[in-house]
């Protein structure tokens, strides 16, 4: 297993990025994800099992002091019809509040993706995410530019995208609005959880952006999905905003969630 060691901060405890692959996912460890999952948003442990075998590997975040669970973020990879082109899907990612913020999210997607890069070093990389609100702020703010969903494109690569965030859905079990572009999920925001973030964090353009495709998602149980290429700049900014967040205190991570 791949382990990595973050010293979040002097003062934060110290979490091990552990890697899982879906053969050695135990229906004890999908119990344990699933009580994280489900502590933050309501979900039905059959539900998350489907999801949790659909990917290739999840990487694990623990506490070495306790061993406790403090998130996850599932992964995968899939073709895209496009030359040489290989889809990375980011599959369920659930951290907990006060472990937030702290870049953990990001360095897995970029460990992921440069494991991959290595074993087919001529692919063009692209990833695909279907994302509740706060996945999606959390990512495209790391980001130079991406691109949402956009079901009424069928021709060139939008068309390639759109075949292969199809077959996501159907393999995870998702309901399609292809009119509104947005993902029914059947997974819902505990009021609890909406009520650790502060005004000014709805007020953030990602977040402005999320709600004008997606208004309900409070309460609608719909994800939105967006794409972007593993480009020189995307690959910078991303590298840029991991070592920002895992340096930042747990105080500024406290203050500015997201």
């Known amino acids: 297993m791949l382990q990595h060691l973050l010293r979040l901060s002097r003062h934060a405890p110290a979490v091990e990025m552990e890697t899982v692959r879906r053969e050695a996912l135990s229906d004890a460890l999908i119990r344990e ?3 994280v999952a489900n502590a933050l948003m309501a979900e039905d442990l059959e539900h998350f099992r489907v999801h949790a075998q659909a990917n290739d590997l999840v990487h694990l975040f623990r506490r070495t002091d306790t061993r406790s669970l403090v998130g996850f973020q599932f992964w995968r990879t899939a073709p895209l019809g496009l030359p040489r082109g290989r889809v990375i899907l980011g599959g369920k990612l659930r951290i907990l509040p006060e472990f ?3 870049g953990l999210h990001l ?3 970029l460990t ?3 494991q991959d890069k290595l074993r087919h070093p001529r692919s063009r990389h692209y990833r695909l995410s ?3 609100l706060f996945g999606f702020v959390s990512i495209t703010e790391a980001l130079a530019r991406y691109h949402l969903f956009e079901p009424r494109q069928r021709t ?3 068309g390639a ?3 292969a965030f199809l077959a996501l859905a159907e393999e995870s079990h998702f309901r399609v609005d292809e009119e509104r572009g947005l993902f029914f999920v059947d997974i819902f925001m505990k009021p609890e959880t909406l009520g650790r973030y502060s005004p000014d964090y709805f007020d953030r353009p990602a977040a402005r952006a999320y709600a004008a495709v997606n208004p309900e998602f409070r309460s609608n149980g719909s994800y939105v999905g967006f794409w972007f290429r ?6 910078a900014s991303l590298a840029s905003a991991t070592v920002r967040k895992l340096l930042r205190s747990p105080e500024a991570g406290a203050r500015t969630e997201g």
């Open 156 to 158: 060139g690569e939008q």
């Open 130 to 132: 279907i994302a509740s």
């Open 107 to 109: 360095l897995s997607g």
């Open 100 to 102: 937030r913020n702290r």
């Open 33 to 35: 994800l699933h009580a």
């Open 112 to 114: 992921f993706f440069l």
């Open 230 to 235: 593993f480009t020189p700049d995307n690959l």
């Open 161 to 163: 995208v759109r075949e």
